[in-house]
């Protein structure tokens, strides 16, 4: 079973801090995506990833950077976290032509 | 670019009725559409998806339609049980492009 997890459940955050979101997966997959999911808005896509070392800008991607050092990992940083980032992220992965598989998510806080 | 909606963001069904829940997607060259289910404290789940090649697949109680004429998804629950109860979300995609969520579908299934 393909295994997406992410470092924290929920994380509460100051304005102002630097946030990082980590996710792992464990199936080898090529490409890994950064979501978030706010009521009324669905997920939109933040930043994703075809191989390491690369990325791509989603539709969301201001105020968000990535980092994919090793296929197995990519880092979703808040460079300085507002309240308006307060938010459900989820990350996902998939090999090519393939269904994507989620973590559970980390609800974000910034007060 | 791709955009996913025309839903009904909330659908009340009587449990063994079936259920149908509807999406649209704007781009003709979008050509891979999949199915989420997302329960409270979780990540969405892979129900079931369809290649623009077919107009029909089915699963285990679930059926996935898709008219490429009037650009229209639809996910079809057979039978539907109280642990249907969720969000459903459709996207769809291209071959190197990722994926477009709807906003979503909030199913209750009532006793």
């Known amino acids: 079973d393909v295994k997406v997890t992410q470092s924290s459940r929920y994380l509460v955050k100051r304005t102002g801090e630097k946030v990082f979101l980590e996710c792992v997966q464990d199936?080898?997959?090529?490409?890994m995506f950064w979501y978030r999911q706010d009521p009324g808005l669905g997920l939109r896509l933040i930043y994703f990833s075809y191989d390491v070392k690369m990325k791509e800008k989603g539709d969301i991607p201001e105020g968000y950077s990535v980092s994919r050092e090793k296929k197995e990992r990519f880092s979703l940083i808040l460079e300085s976290a507002s309240t308006n980032q307060t938010s459900m992220y989820l990350c996902?992965?998939?090999?090519?032509?393939?269904?994507?598989?989620f973590g559970n998510g980390t609800r974000l806080t910034v007060t | 670019g791709e955009s996913v909606g025309l839903h009904l963001p909330t659908l009340s069904v009587q449990e063994g009725d079936n259920s149908i829940i509807n999406c649209a997607y704007s781009?003709?060259?979008?050509?891979?559409f999949i199915w989420y289910k997302q329960e409270s404290g979780k990540g969405p789940q892979f129900i079931i998806d369809i290649r623009s090649n077919m107009d029909k697949r089915q699963g285990q109680r679930v059926t996935v339609l898709l008219n490429k004429t009037v650009k229209h998804l639809s996910l079809q629950i057979a039978a539907t049980q109280p642990g249907d109860s969720a969000v459903y979300f459709c996207a769809a995609g291209g071959r190197n492009t990722p994926l477009v969520f709807g906003k979503g579908t909030r199913l209750s299934v009532i006793a």
């Open positions: 781009n003709s060259a979008s050509d891979y």
């Open positions: 199936m080898d997959h090529e490409n």
């Open positions: 996902a992965s998939n090999g090519n032509g393939e269904a994507l598989h």
